[in-house]
C-alpha cells in the first residue's frame, strides 16, 4: 500500500527501502505491542500455556502456567507490516512472506497439539513434523528457481566469484539448510529471550548483506554477487520490530513463549535470507548460537548411543549450564554476547574477498 501512495501521488520517499523498511519496523513493533497483551489475557483464561517436559531441570516446572504460542502474533504482525509496505510485485518478497506462512502454520499445528494433550510435550509425530518441514521447504526452494528463476549458484566466503553453479541440486541444499536452521532455532527457544535476540542480530546481519547486494553500486563495491532481493530487507526489518515488542514480555521472567509458531517460522525464515544472500556457509557464523544448540544435541545422542555416556549433564546446552547451576540471566545474557560477536565476525568478511 505504501508503496502504491509512492507510485500513485510520485512520493519519492517512499520508493526507498531503507524507509520502507523503517516504516515497517515501527508497524510490526506496534501492532505487536498492541496485540501480545490481549493474547496473553485470552491465552491465560482458556488455559493455552506451555506443557513442560518432565525431564526438564525442576526450576522450569514454575514456567508451566505460562502462555505460549506468542509467535502467531508476531509473525502475522510481521506479514501485516511486510504487506503494508512491500513492493507486491517483487517475487523474492512474496517468498519470503510463503515461508513465514508456511512454517508458522506448521509451528501452529504442533503448538496446538502440545496444548491439548499437555503431556511430555507430545505435540505433532517428529516424523510426520519433519515430513511437513520438508514439503513446506521445497515449495519454497521450487518456488525460488522456477518462479523467481533464482540464481543457482554456490558461493564461499572470502571468494570473489561462485565455486560452483549446483542446478537442481541447490533444491537440495536449500530444503537441508531451511529444514535444519528451523529446527536449530526451535532447539534453541529453551529459556525467556534466548532465541530471541540471537535471531534480531541475525536479522540484522542480513538486512546488511541483502541491502547490499540489492543495490547495484554497493555490490560491485564489495565484490557480492548482485540480484533485486533488496525488499526482503523490508521483511526482515518488520520482524526485528516484531521480535523487539516481543522481547519486551519475554525477557525473564516469561509473561508469553513464542513456542513452535515463532522459532520454526524464524528458522526457516533465516534460511531463506542466507540463501537468497548467497549465505548459506555464513549462516553457521551468523546463527553461531542455534549452531552450538543443535551440535550439542547431536554430540549427546551420539555419544549415548555409541558410547552409553553423556557428554553434557543435559542437552541442548543451555540446559547443561542450568544444571550447573547458572542462573537463567547468565546463561541468556552470555549466550547473546556470543551471537553478537559472531555476526560482527560475519559482517567483517564481507570486505575479504
Known amino acids: 500500500m505504501i508503496y502504491w501512495l509512492h507510485d500513485f501521488f510520485n512520493i519519492h520517499i517512499l520508493g526507498y527501502i531503507s524507509i520502507r523498511a523503517g516504516i515497517s519496523f515501527f508497524l510490526a513493533l506496534f501492532f505487536t505491542l498492541t496485540a501480545l497483551p490481549i493474547f496473553i489475557r485470552w491465552a491465560q483464561r482458556t488455559s493455552n500455556v506451555q506443557p513442560i517436559n518432565k525431564w526438564a531441570p525442576e526450576r522450569h516446572k514454575e514456567k508451566a502456567s505460562t502462555p505460549t504460542m506468542g509467535g502467531i502474533v508476531f509473525i502475522f504482525s510481521t506479514i501485516l507490516a511486510s504487506l503494508l509496505t512491500i513492493k507486491l510485485s517483487n517475487l523474492y518478497a512474496l517468498g519470503a512472506i ?46 525460488l528457481c522456477f518462479v523467481a528463476d533464482f540464481n543457482t549458484d554456490f558461493y564461499l566466503p572470502f571468494l570473489k566469484h561462485p565455486l560452483v553453479d ?9 530444503v537441508i ?11 534453541t527457544d529453551g529459556l525467556d529471550g534466548l ?27 564489495l565484490l557480492l554477487p548482485h540480484f533485486n532481493i533488496g525488499e526482503v530487507v523490508i521483511i526482515a526489518s518488520a520482524l526485528i520490530g516484531a521480535l523487539f515488542a516481543f522481547l519486551w514480555y519475554n525477557c525473564h521472567p516469561a509473561e508469553i513463549f513464542m513456542g513452535d509458531s515463532g522459532s520454526l517460522a524464524i528458522g526457516a525464515f533465516l534460511a531463506y535470507l542466507a540463501i537468497t544472500s548467497k549465505s548459506e556457509v555464513l549462516l553457521i557464523l551468523i546463527g553461531s548460537i542455534f549452531v ?16 552409553k555416556k553423556r557428554i553434557f549433564l543435559m542437552a541442548p546446552i543451555h540446559h547443561h549450564f542450568e544444571m550447573k547451576n547458572w542462573s537463567e540471566n547468565k546463561i541468556i545474557v552470555r549466550f547473546w554476547i556470543i551471537a553478537i560477536l559472531s555476526n560482527i565476525v560475519a559482517l567483517i568478511s564481507l570486505k575479504i574477498r
Not at 503431556?119 to 526452494?141: D, H, P
Not at 549446483?166 to 536449500?174: E, K, Q, R
Not at 546481519?205 to 541491502?211: L, R, V
Open 98 to 143: 510463503l515461508t513465514l506462512i508456511l512454517f508458522t502454520l506448521i509451528g501452529f499445528q504442533d503448538d496446538f497439539a502440545k496444548i491439548r494433550k499437555n503431556e511430555n510435550l507430545a505435540g505433532l509425530k517428529a516424523k510426520t513434523k519433519l515430513i511437513l518441514q520438508v514439503i513446506s521447504a521445497l515449495l519454497i526452494s521450487f518456488f
Open 166 to 174: 549446483m542446478g537442481a541440486f541447490s533444491l537440495i541444499l536449500w
Open 177 to 187: 539448510v531451511i529444514v535444519g536452521t528451523s529446527n536449530a532455532v526451535n532447539l
Open 195 to 221: 532465541a530471541s535476540v540471537p535471531s534480531i542480530v541475525a536479522l540484522c546481519t542480513f538486512s546488511i548483506i541483502i541491502y547490499a547486494i540489492g543495490h547495484i553500486k554497493i555490490s560491485a563495491y
Open 292 to 307: 552450538i544448540e543443535t551440535l550439542s544435541v547431536i554430540l549427546q545422542v551420539g555419544s549415548f548411543k555409541l558410547r
